[in-house]
């Protein structure tokens, strides 16, 4: 059953059991990074045909999201530390494609507004999530257990994302937009 009237009140359950208001800082929290997941796959669909390389990596960071979410979903210590973690390389993953995708781009010389093409005005969605999911997940951070490795993935990821709109508005060979002051 899809309904389970649990939540009508205000409150949901933590991977555990535990329950909690809809509005706790966690929730906040891995709220925010589920909704990064949702805009993520809309882009990742959008650039599947031209960019089947890039998507694939997309569906690789929602994967990381899973798991950040369900971490931060668990409340438990001890519960937390039978999860599966973010792969090793996770950090790195997304470091070598931004040094690729830089090594390919112009130098930025101007502030980049978002846009240029669908597909790149959607990363920038999707970046400007990223570091909302970044700002609720260290404020949790402030009163809870919080592995520095997802916000160091969650930072990184912010990066890949503004970098990744560049590429995909250079690749399609349009022009990116600048701010003019």
């Given at each position: 059953m899809i309904y389970t009237r649990t939540g009508d009140q205000g409150q949901t359950s933590l991977v555990g059991g535990a329950r909690v208001r809809k509005d706790s800082t966690r929730v906040e929290a891995y709220g925010t990074v589920d909704e990064l997941n949702s805009h993520l796959g809309l882009l990742a669909?959008?650039?599947?045909?031209?960019?089947?390389?890039?998507?694939?990596?997309?569906?690789?960071?929602?994967?990381?999201?899973?798991?950040?979410?369900?971490?931060?979903?668990?409340?438990?210590?001890?519960?937390?530390?039978?999860?599966?973690?973010?792969?090793?390389?996770?950090?790195?993953?997304?470091?070598?494609?931004?040094?690729?995708?830089?090594a390919s781009l112009p130098q930025l010389r101007q502030f980049v507004i978002a846009g240029g093409t669908m597909p790149g005005a959607q990363c920038h969605v999707c970046r400007t999530v990223c570091r909302r999911a970044e700002r609720r997940v260290v404020t949790l951070a402030t009163s809870e257990i919080v592995s520095e490795e997802v916000m160091r993935y969650l930072n990184r990821l912010s990066d890949y994302l503004f970098?990744?709109?560049?590429?995909?508005?250079?690749?399609?060979?349009?022009?990116?937009?600048?701010?003019?002051?």
């Open positions: 669909e959008m650039i599947r045909p031209q960019e089947e390389p890039q998507y694939r990596v997309l569906k690789g960071i929602q994967n990381c999201l899973f798991i950040i979410q369900t971490l931060l979903a668990t409340e438990d210590e001890a519960l937390r530390k039978k999860l599966p973690p973010l792969p090793a390389d996770a950090v790195e993953g997304l470091e070598h494609q931004i040094d690729t995708f830089n970098v990744l709109a560049r590429y995909l508005v250079v690749a399609a060979g349009a022009k990116e937009d600048v701010y003019i002051s």
